[in-house]
């Protein structure tokens, strides 16, 4: 499974993105999806879960109630809208499938693949 993100870019504080991950190869499988970020010299830590069905989210305290993970199974696509943007969420962003976690997980090592990343920048 090959996972590329896109829509990052460069927002001021309060504005909004939403950044896509489409995936592509054996994606017939069933997978649960994750959302993870990366500040300079901060560890990746995790934003959003959504499990195969999309039923089920699950979100950090940090972005709770300002961010909406969805996803779209005809399209091998998932979504992370991205609202009320602040300073602190500058990162990469990285989207993550698991094999074994189908119900979503918040645990990194629970992923199998990953995208390539996508830098989200917000200004002040």
């Known amino acids: 499974v090959q996972l590329v993100e896109s829509g990052g870019g460069l927002v001021q504080a309060g504005g909004s993105l939403r950044l896509s991950c489409a995936a592509s190869?054996?994606?017939?499988?069933?997978?649960?999806m994750g959302w993870f970020r990366q500040a300079p010299e901060k560890e990746r830590e995790f934003v959003a879960t959504i499990n195969w069905s999309g039923s089920n989210t699950y979100y950090a305290d940090s972005v709770k109630g300002r961010f909406t993970v969805s996803r779209d199974n005809a399209k091998n696509t998932v979504y992370l809208q991205m609202n009320s943007l602040k300073p602190e969420d500058t990162a990469v962003y990285y989207c993550?499938?698991?094999?074994?976690?189908?119900?979503?997980?918040?645990?990194?090592?629970?992923?199998?693949?990953w995208g390539q990343g996508t830098q989200v920048t917000v200004s002040s």
């Open positions: 190869g054996r994606t017939g499988s069933v997978y649960g």
């Open positions: 993550a499938a698991t094999k074994s976690a189908t119900y979503g997980s918040n645990w990194r090592y629970d992923y199998d693949y």
